[in-house]
């Protein structure tokens, strides 16, 4: 996005320091899946399926940043093709990469899903046909190449949704629902709001089942490294109840802030690759959908850095920060990002937020605006909202977290580094 190289602004009580900062680690449970392909081969091995000699698989890959999705899809894919299918890939992402299926491909190549490493055909397309209606009279859709497959089988992780709650959430039902849906279908159903969407997924999901086309489902589940911790193979007809049981494990392992309270929170990138609201509301709190059920340690300002690499521009989350640099600015693709929000119907995660010069001034601005003692703002530094472990504190957290066996201290306090242009360094990208 074109912007101008700086603003003409002032500050205002611009005659403080920042608070010194320490790094620090977040304890987590590390449980982790570490034989991925073993793991695959032995879930699939578990069901009864029908003969697959010859028969036409779908698998889905989606926009979202799965841990170890490409290993997940390609050992799912050598176990088909093991028992005489031909499996294919497609990418069930809704309308993500401005709903055009060139981009789709080219999106899901940036998590090393392609046909080369795959091993198997990729066919993206954004055409639809629609598969029945649910009980309400809603129509449901579906990718034309899934759907004149002999078979699907949809991968994804569960995890909290971002912009809802209930029994069902992100998961191997709402890919099939909303990701193979495409623009078309995501459009339709993301027009009924998200108030009904925990009813209206299983639903939906249910007019997939009905077609006999499901052949089974792979849930992953992640620990609050953002690594695999579970991966589960799901006969079609047990794909909601295993979700349900599994979404509340992501939810009792998923990473959070162990702080009682942030004054300024800075995240140095969003992205669809980090989360479909490009920040995750399940750890910063108001989701911009407005839906209850969010509950989270108070944040008082989001100061936002950047859009991630893999997110292609598509800066969906700006609406929920407070401040933005202009370095954000020129990496915004404002054509993906409206797209993204205008088929969700969330506009407000697309809004605009105060535009600083620099990462400096975001950070001074936030610390000012926190309602506080700026030079003593609680201030913490995150990579983004998947990467919670290893982080950056401000001094004042440190005589609250001393002898808490949910922090490690790393490091002494030392002044926030900038360079010249007050860029702020970044945290080491391990996030373990």
């Known amino acids: 996005m074109q912007f101008p190289d700086r603003i003409d602004y002032k500050l205002g009580g ?12 977040q304890i987590f449970a590390k449980d982790r899946l570490d034989d991925i392909e073993g793991a695959v081969g032995r879930e699939l091995g578990k069901l009864s399926l029908p003969d697959l ?20 899809l390609k050992a799912t894919a050598d176990w088909l093709k093991g028992r005489g299918a031909k499996p294919f890939i497609v990418p069930g992402m809704g309308s993500h990469a401005g709903a055009e299926a060139g981009a789709q491909r080219d999106f899901i190549a940036g998590y090393g899903v392609t046909e080369e490493a795959m091993g198997v055909p990729i066919l993206s397309s954004m055409d639809t046909v ?30 909290p949704h971002t912009d809802f709650k209930g029994e069902v959430e992100s998961g191997p039902s709402k890919m099939l ?41 792979v849930g992953m589940v992640e620990n609050a490294y953002d690594e695999t911790m579970i991966i589960e193979a799901m006969a079609t007809q047990d794909i909601l109840a295993r979700e349900e049981i599994l979404l509340a494990k992501s939810k009792e392992v998923m990473a959070k802030f162990c702080m009682d309270a942030i004054d300024v929170l800075v995240i140095e990138e969003i992205g669809k690759n980090v989360s479909g609201a490009g920040m995750d509301s399940n750890i910063v709190g108001s989701p911009a959908s407005g839906e209850p059920g969010f509950d989270v340690i ?8 950047g859009i991630s690499e ?44 105060l535009v600083a010069n620099s990462d400096l001034d975001a950070v001074k601005i936030g610390a000012f605006c926190s309602y506080g003692d700026p030079s003593k703002a609680k201030i913490v530094q995150i990579v983004n909202t998947l990467v919670l472990g290893d982080i950056a504190m401000s001094e004042p957290y440190l005589p609250l977290i001393r002898g808490d066996k ?27």
């Open 298 to 305: 108070p944040i008082k300002r989001i100061a936002v850095l």
């Open 177 to 217: 629902v909303i990701g193979l849906g495409k623009h078309r279908g995501a459009t339709y159903i993301h027009n009924l709001g998200f108030s009904v969407f925990a009813k209206l997924i299983p639903e939906a999901a249910r007019v997939f089942f009905a077609t006999g086309k499901i052949l089974a489902g």
């Open 310 to 353: 893999l997110s292609h521009g598509n800066g969906t989350g700006l609406g929920m920060a407070h401040i933005v640099t202009i370095d954000f600015m020129k990496q915004l693709d404002i054509a993906a990002t409206y797209i993204n929000g205008i088929t969700s119907r969330v506009i407000e995660g697309s809004r605009i937020p």
């Open 130 to 159: 629609q598969l029945g209606t649910t009980p309400s009279g809603i129509p449901v859709y579906c990718d034309r190449n899934a759907a004149e497959a002999d078979y699907i089988l949809p991968v994804h992780r569960i995890k």
């Open 14 to 25: 611009d005659d403080f320091e920042l608070p010194r900062v320490f790094r620090a680690r």
């Open 53 to 72: 000699k010859g028969r036409r698989v779908a698998l889905t890959a989606g926009s979202r940043g799965v841990a170890n999705q490409a290993r997940i």
């Open 406 to 432: 949910r922090f490690e201290i790393l490091s002494e306090p030392e002044p926030m580094k900038f360079d010249a242009s007050g860029r702020l360094a970044r945290l080491p990208r391990s996030g373990h």
